[in-house]
């Protein structure tokens, strides 16, 4: 694990537990810093594969930590909080998770080994999006999303057929295996759930587009 570096935001001596010492445990490369302006600098200069920031060691909610961290640095991050700490609604944000003490280190380690790279992942690119497969997450440009399986299968589709026109007919077969086309409507949807997640502004698509009376293009260089 060698070559891929935690980067871990935390202090000693608060009341919150601290975990690095649990991860370099577990033979992972730690780097710790005990404060966001620190660790921003950091990250760009050995780019994490994983961010931990621990806000409840340093006694403050971390939300606008986290903001910076995410808004600069392309890497997942895990926002440690004390229980009572409300902070923004991430789910739409594959790459970061947060966790409410009090838990295990045992926990946090398997939520690492979750968010932790796969180098043997297969990787499907298509001008500026790029899926991996088995994980389901889509990066175009510096953004990522963790996608559903169904909208995963109909992103490789279209990556696998650049520059075809894709019938719904084709469409309906491969993703929900039916030859009934009385109510297309999930398709629609699906394809709007693609766009949002790789489109820059998914009400006007330039990667994938409506071909009017027949189905959708991918163009991957638009």
Excluded at 27 to 43: I, K, M, N
Excluded at 98 to 116: A, D, E
Excluded at 181 to 192: A, E, K, P
């Amino acid at each position: 694990m060698a070559e891929h570096t935690i980067l871990i935001i935390e202090k000693d001596g608060n009341q919150a537990p601290t975990f690095a010492a649990s991860l370099k445990a577990k033979d992972y490369s730690v780097e710790v810093v005990t404060t966001g302006a620190r660790a921003v600098r950091r990250a760009r200069a050995i780019n994490p594969a994983l961010i931990v920031l621990n806000a409840a060691s340093l006694g403050t909610s971390g939300v606008r930590i986290c903001k910076q961290l995410t808004d600069e640095i392309d890497a997942p991050l895990i926002h440690i909080v004390e229980e009572d700490v409300v902070v923004p609604d991430v789910r739409d944000q594959a790459s970061t998770m947060v966790l409410h003490l009090p838990f295990t280190s045992r926990k946090l380690i398997n939520r690492v080994r979750r968010m932790w790279p796969n180098d043997n992942e297969q990787i499907i690119t298509g001008g500026p999006v790029e899926l991996a497969v088995s994980s389901r997450v889509v990066r175009v440009e510096g953004r990522e999303k963790r996608l559903t399986p169904k909208t995963a299968n109909l992103l490789e589709i279209f990556l696998a057929h650049p520059g075809e026109t894709l019938d719904r007919e084709f469409l309906m077969r491969q993703i929900w295996k039916t030859d009934y086309m009385g109510d297309t409507r999930t398709l629609d949807v699906h394809v709007r759930w693609v766009r949002q997640a790789i489109e820059r502004d998914p009400a006007s698509p330039v990667l994938i587009r409506t071909i009017r009376g027949l189905g959708y293009r991918f163009d991957p260089e638009p």
